[in-house]
């Protein structure tokens, strides 16, 4: 019996998903290159671009473990139980994520992206390239694919490469090359949404070479139209995140436009920031936008597919942008194996599964905004988390948090939505009818 030939994959993007992708098909016994439009950024001093830091939960850890990762990027993570509200007067309200023993982590974006390229390059069958930047693809030629990748930082002057492969895999990002190419296609449903709000990074540094806030929390201050995280980084200081209408940003104009801004919106965050730190660092990059992507199909026929922001970029509210694309590589493994690596057949099946599921998240995302920057301000929210709580512990199995069920459970997030409505009509026919036993 004549043995069948190696498949080769070509997939595009080095980042968290791409490099997650090349450990799950070498494993599957693909053949696989890599090719990434930056330098490799475990040779660079500094790496531009996004936060530095993640919350990893259930669904990142699953994929993770599945590679044998899970136990080294857990080890350097900061571990998070709660949210911690910083109010105006300065006082702090803790509000747990779940039960005592469930909690997010706070992950170092680079460090992660790192451990998994050198997990992929010690792969049989990986190669990585990088600076190589997609320059155009052909998706409608027979057995072989046609790409043509542009080496354009050489130090000899660039050259172009033509690569032929059996499966292109798009995880470039929300701005994907390989999306553009599919946009063009008929029949494909694409939609980008911006918000009006926008995010600049600042940093709160070690104090006395420890943390300025209490650890393992993820820090907030909800001002109702807009807020600032903060998430703890291994070196012990603090990331903060201030999101906010582009039209405030564009108001304060001078390092005391800030001064004065901070002192009166988030007056405990300027002893930790410091203020002529937080006058220079507000100035050095301009606040960065934030989209949301839906579309679909997510391949196209057994040559090519999409996954992570490249299929569903989204918002970071919920803090599910990694954890669902790399959750995309396990429900793409866990099909490959159901179909005995039969492409033809996986492509449009993972399509047709995944989609409603990226579709349900993304719109998680922008409803939790909403919560995170004004609801933790309502009573009758924190009572009905209470509620929550108390269902969900006398009948653990029935009644799950949105929350819980979203970040601790792999529930397809098309159900979670379907089943926390459901679950909302119990909550708040339970307190009107406590309420009203009350007023009796």
Not at 272 to 300: N, W
Not at 391 to 398: G, R
Not at 407 to 434: C, E, G, M, P, W
Request: charged residues 25%.
């Amino acid at each position: 019996m004549e043995k069948q030939a190696q498949k080769s994959v070509a997939v595009v993007g080095g980042g968290l998903v791409g490099a997650m992708n090349a450990c799950y098909l070498s494993s599957r016994g693909f053949k696989v290159d890599l090719y990434e439009a930056r330098a490799d950024i475990r040779t660079m001093e500094v790496v531009r671009g996004r936060s530095i830091n993640l919350a990893l939960s259930c669904r990142g850890r699953e994929a993770l473990k599945k590679v044998g990762l899970e136990d080294q990027v857990v080890e350097d993570g900061i571990p998070m139980y709660a949210r911690m509200i910083h109010d105006l007067n300065g006082t702090l309200r803790p509000i747990p994520y779940g039960k005592s023993d469930q909690y997010i982590m706070s992950v170092d974006r680079r460090k992660l992206n790192e451990t998994l390229l050198t997990a992929a390059e010690k792969r049989p069958d990986v190669t990585l390239h990088f600076q190589h930047k997609l320059m155009s693809c052909d998706l409608e030629k027979g057995r072989w694919l046609i790409m043509h990748f542009t080496n354009r930082w050489d130090r000899n002057g660039g050259e172009d490469v033509e690569v032929r492969t059996d499966l292109i895999m798009g995880n470039d990002g929300a701005y994907s090359a390989i999306r553009k190419h599919m946009v063009k296609r008929p029949r494909f449903n694409y939609s980008q949404e911006y918000i009006p709000h926008g995010y600049m990074e600042l940093t709160v540094p070690p104090h006395n070479g420890e943390f300025a806030m209490a650890v393992n929390y993820l820090h907030i201050w909800p001002r109702n139209e807009y807020m600032m995280i903060a998430l703890p980084n291994q070196d012990k200081s603090f990331t903060l995140t201030l999101f906010m209408p582009f039209d405030m940003f564009d108001q304060l104009k001078t390092g005391d436009d800030v001064l004065q801004f901070f002192l009166e919106k988030f007056p405990d965050s300027v002893p930790l920031i410091g203020e002529e730190s937080l006058k220079e660092t507000y100035f050095r990059l301009p606040p960065l936008p934030l989209v949301s992507v839906k579309c679909s199909p997510y391949h196209v026929s057994d040559k090519a597919v999409i996954m992570g922001d490249a299929a569903h970029a989204m918002v970071p509210f919920y803090g599910q942008g990694m954890n669902c694309g790399f959750e995309d590589c396990l429900v793409f493994d866990e099909i490959l194996e159901d179909l005995n690596n039969d492409l033809s057949k996986a492509l449009p099946k993972f399509s047709v599964y995944r989609s409603p599921d990226a579709h349900a998240i993304c719109d998680l995302a922008m409803y939790n905004y909403i919560e995170m920057r004004k609801s933790v301000n309502s009573r009758w929210f924190l009572m009905r988390k209470k509620v929550d709580s108390f269902l969900h512990a006398i009948m653990p199995s029935i009644f799950i948090p949105l929350y819980t069920m979203v970040s601790f459970t792999r529930i397809r997030y098309h159900v979670v939505i379907n089943k926390a409505k459901k679950q909302d009509v119990l909550v708040d026919n339970s307190i009107q009818a406590l309420m009203g036993l009350a007023a009796v």
